[in-house]
């Protein structure tokens, strides 16, 4: 049995009752018109059953966000999260051992605790959230089988360097390990000259997990992927998948197909509003430095500064909600099964349009 998922539970309660919405982790959504350019083909298209592992076109246009990957290397999910589900169920056995980075959105640890041993690598806060390799290569076994890592991270907002990225890859080779790498925030690089290149198109154990609900900013879509060189372990996947939703819903595909088709039109009108967004969370912290510590993110639409008032930042968080209807994630939503996570950390969002007004909202609660 899994444990409850605390993010998830914490949004089922709050994220359609608060006013301020200051915690999403997906970038602005748009309407469903504005990825038609010929409406008429929603209207006509049959509600059947489509394809398990994705239908051509939206795998083609999958296959096109990367370099090394052909579309029947490419196996779409209903999101992210059923593919997170397949791939640990896939890759790993009782008998096995994983390394998992932290802090971490609980699926990416809870998922293989419930099948193997797991060690957390931690990306510390005073060491500007890096990871340190020496201490991966530390926490290697020779029953290790599997990396989880995260870039963009959620929550940090951490991308790794090119140089650390490619050494990171290295190790894996060497160790022959499957590395799964969680890239739902790429694309939403403050410099796009820092953006990673895709682990499925540089390495042949590589697992691309990434999704339409976050950088895009399409998460009512709930169309989802994994890209990976290795056949056998998409068949693995898709044999689970039939257990789970068999297939994606068909006017979803077609809408996430028009999107990718776009190329990254929604991707750099969604980059530059975390860019403008940050100037603005840059001066609020500025306002307030006895009460903030703030380590501005290099990527995705998610912050986990520090909360320094005497209460306690689960206070805090609680007393804004009910008094002024703003929304963070208190650090606890956080906490792991592997390692300690500062407990002083909230995290907030910067992906959304609106952010002033709600800055304004907060500025009078504090
Ligand atoms: C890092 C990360 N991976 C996966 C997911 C799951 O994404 P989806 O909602 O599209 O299934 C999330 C959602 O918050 C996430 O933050």
Redesign the pocket.
Known sequence: MLPEFR?EKFFSEWEFQARHHLTA??AENCPLGELLENPSELLELRLGYIPSEGGRELRQAIAATYQNIEPDQVLA????????YCAMRALLGPEDHAIVTLP??Q??EELPLSICQVSGLPLRAEENWDLDLDELRRLLRPNTRLLAV?FP??PTGKVLSQERWAQLVEIAREARIWLFS?E??RGLERDPAHTLPQAADLYERGLS?N????AYGL?GL?V?WIACQDREVLEKMLKLKHYLSICNSAPSELLATRALQQGSRLLERNRQLTVDNLKLWKDFFMEHPEKFEWWAPEGGC?AFPRYLGHEGVESWCRRLLHEAGVLFLPASIYESRLGAVAQDRFRLGYGRRGLAAALDALRAAL
């Open positions: 993010l982790s997906d999910f209903c999101g992210a999260e059923e593919g997170l971490n959105y699926a990416m995260n991270n959620n969680d739902v925030y997990l999704v339409m609900s976050k998460p709930r989802g998610v």
